[in-house]
């Protein structure tokens, strides 16, 4: 008991500290109107990972770092297998006697109101990593396209063997949603926006709204990004002289099982809605209440009487994609230095002004700040990356790439921040590794006046410039993947955060498309939809990102809190609970680790050896790796957290153990469990020191 009230008591003072001088003097750099030119450059070309306008951006970032007065820049080019389309997919319907029905157009239109609309993009929609293919064949409508989805349409005697599935967008990765219909016997994927998930259902339509149109498309990577990050062959030279290989990595044998070998096509609303309705079979609505979207049809499952056929000419090739990396090096001595590493992917799908160029001018907002207390004098105790990340969309290429490859500049980092779409809206969510978490909370509390957002989790809207503390518990979240900081995290264990502005639907109406341009986040990515707002968002997040690289930085104590981190273990371990499992080892283990991190936390009031503590505070999260990776994915080595196996993104807790239980596989659980509590053991007997 007196040993939780003297927590509660450094928790309040931890947030009551203030910003110093520096913190002051950084977050007087970043400006609105400062975002706002940086943006409507980037976004007045495409810049879709390896082609010109990805390099033109390079350059501006690079001098934009330079500019800035970030003295050490250079440009990391890695080799990389991409595809591009060859010529516009193709798509249509035929009845039994072979007469065309349906011919779809796949053709985004010209919005007057969206001055980058008129793109040649609009007719070349592709997936990341799709075979080309022709295939024709009945359509079955598999909802979401989750294992769970396939299992209702089992139970209901519908086989999609053979078949063309149509899915809907959201809920899982889609990469995964190919790969469980590849899994299944399918033939090809056709996967479409439904008005439910980000369309009409939400409110008015782009450009009358944010929300997304009949036209309007979706582009993404379909790599089966649960198994391995990365590029798929990881062809780069650096890899064979470094003696590293796809197998030794990533556990496969060759790229084809980590990406399809079925022809896939992202479709709109507009051309889905006539193949969905006239499918036939069982009503969906009998498999359950959410195989019903928003269109105005009867959605049925199919097996269809009449023929999709479709095709996609995608062209693979290995091409070298631009990663900037920005340094200030740390006065420590290298054997000292703890790096913080601030990364933003820069590649987009199109124009890509929220996802992810919103993030790139809050990164030239931080390095502007950094700069200018660099030019002044000022040195950081410990190093800083600025990392500028190309061919994150088609399956966090760069990020990956150059952490495998630079491992000297990782080995000892302290933590991975990451940011993304950081602005497509204006309720602020956050995910981080537990042990951050009272970094996160003690940098907002500082930052009460200075920055602006809404408390998205709980739904709580304050006040332009009057915030509160965020309530860990209920508003941080656990990282899964689908953004860069995965190789830190889930390969190397370096302790990560993610943050962002979004909407409450947890995504928003332009999300990959076309349309993800200037005018749409002028007119509706910032607060209460008002026009030019968005842009004092990026300003807002580039001061909360600038001052968190600070703390971590520039602190004597690096700011790591493990005893939020074994709370959130208690949780995890509670959350496996009850499915026939021993878990005193593990629970026991657990102990071990709060009774050191509670020694740790009063051991950072009055500090012996710096150096030693640091070392351990930070290294902690590097004993929760595994050498042998998860079960089936080796390259995913973490054990705390991993991206769901058959549904990405989403972060799975104690993931070889869970994703064992959910396959009904307890002996592997069980043998889960021990390797999870072997590294909770590691990590008490290391900080314990
Ligand atoms: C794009 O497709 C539309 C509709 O099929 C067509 O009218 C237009 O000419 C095409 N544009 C280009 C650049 O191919
Ligand atoms: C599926 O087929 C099996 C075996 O033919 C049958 O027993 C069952 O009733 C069918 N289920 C449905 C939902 O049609
Ligand atoms: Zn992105």
């Not at 209920?474 to 962002?500: N, P, Q, W």
Request: glycine share 10%; proline share 5%; aromatic share 10%.
């Amino acid at each position: 008991m007196a040993s939780k009230s003297v927590f509660a008591l450094l928790a309040i003072l931890k947030l009551g500290l203030g910003l110093n001088t520096i913190e002051t003097e950084f977050i007087a750099v970043p400006s609105g109107s400062s975002a706002r030119s940086s943006l409507q450059f980037i976004t007045s070309q495409d810049h879709v990972a390896g082609l010109p306008g990805d390099f033109v951006m390079a350059d501006y970032l690079s001098s934009a770092f330079k500019d800035a007065g970030i003295e050490s820049v250079e440009t990391f080019e890695l080799d990389v297998l991409l595809n591009y389309p060859s010529s516009p997919p193709t798509l249509k319907v035929s009845n039994p006697d072979g007469q065309v029905t349906f011919a779809a157009t796949l053709s985004k239109d010209v919005l007057p109101e969206d001055s980058t609309s008129d793109t040649p993009w609009r007719n070349t929609t592709f997936h990341g990593y799709a075979p080309s293919g022709s295939v024709s064949a009945p359509a079955v409508f598999a909802n979401y396209g989750r294992p769970s989805d396939f299992n209702d349409l089992e139970a209901a005697n519908i086989s999609v063997e053979g078949k063309i599935v149509l899915v809907r967008y959201g809920q899982c990765f889609r990469g995964l949603k190919v790969m469980n219909a590849q899994n299944r016997g399918a033939v090809g994927v056709l996967v479409y926006s439904d008005p439910q998930d980000d369309g009409f259902e939400y409110g008015k339509c782009y450009p009358e709204g944010p929300w997304r149109s009949a036209s309007s498309v979706q582009r993404g990577s379909v790599q089966f990004n649960s198994i391995c990050a990365g590029d798929p062959m990881r062809a780069d030279k650096r890899y064979e002289e470094m003696g590293e290989s796809l197998t030794s990595l990533c556990g496969v044998k060759d790229y084809t099982s980590l990406i399809p070998s079925i022809p896939s096509i992202p479709i709109s609303y507009g051309d889905a809605q006539p193949i969905l309705s006239q499918l036939g079979g069982v009503a969906a609505e009998a498999l359950g209440d959410d195989w019903v979207g928003a269109l105005p049809i009867t959605y049925t499952t199919g097996p269809s009487t009449s023929i999709v056929s479709m095709s996609t000419d995608n062209e693979f090739k290995v091409t070298s994609i631009p990663n900037v990396i920005g340094k200030i090096p740390g006065s420590l001595p290298a054997s000292d230095d703890h790096p913080v590493l601030l990364g933003n992917h820069r590649d987009a799908w199109v124009f890509g002004a929220a996802d992810p160029n919103s993030g790139t001018a809050s990164l030239i907002e931080v390095a502007k700040g950094l700069g200018s207390l660099v030019q002044s004098g000022w040195q950081p105790k410990h190093t800083i990356y600025l990392l500028s990340w190309s061919g994150e969309e088609y399956g966090l290429l760069g990020s990956t790439g150059w952490a495998e490859l630079n491992f000297d500049a990782i080995s000892s980092a302290s933590a991975y921040i990451n940011v993304d779409t950081v602005v497509s809206g204006d309720e602020l969510t956050v995910s981080a590794t537990p042990a951050l978490t009272s970094l996160w909370e003690g940098v907002m509390a500082d930052l009460d006046g200075h920055v602006l957002f809404k408390n998205g989790p709980s739904g709580n809207v304050l006040d332009a410039n009057v915030n509160a503390p965020i309530n860990a518990d209920d508003a941080i979240g656990t990282l899964g993947s689908g953004s860069d900081y995965t190789v830190f995290l889930d390969h190397f264990g370096i302790a990560s955060l993610d943050f962002e502005f979004n909407s409450p639907a947890g995504t928003y109406g332009v999300y990959h498309s076309i349309y993800d341009s200037f005018d749409w986040i002028d007119n509706y990515g910032g607060i209460d939809g008002e026009k030019g707002s968005s842009f004092e968002l990026m300003a807002s997040a580039a001061k909360m990102w600038g001052v968190l690289a600070l703390r971590l930085a520039d602190s004597d104590v690096l700011p790591f809190d493990h005893v939020k981190q074994a709370e959130a273990l208690v949780k995890y371990s509670a959350a496996v609970d009850g499915n026939g499992l021993d878990l005193s080892e593990l629970n026991s283990n657990i102990d071990a680790y709060m009774k050191a991190a509670q020694g740790v936390a009063e051991e950072m009031n009055s500090p012996g050896d710096l150096k030693d503590l640091n070392f351990r505070l930070s290294m902690t999260e590097r004993s929760f790796l595994n050498a042998d990776g998860l079960p089936g994915r080796s390259w995913m080595k973490h054990v705390l957290q991993a991206p769901g196996f058959y549904l990405g993104y989403a972060a799975m807790a104690f993931p070889g153990v869970q994703q064992a239980v959910d396959d009904g596989d307890l002996d592997l659980a069980q043998q889960q469990v021990a390797v999870v509590a072997e590294c909770v053991d590691k990590a008490a007997t290391f900080l314990k020191g």
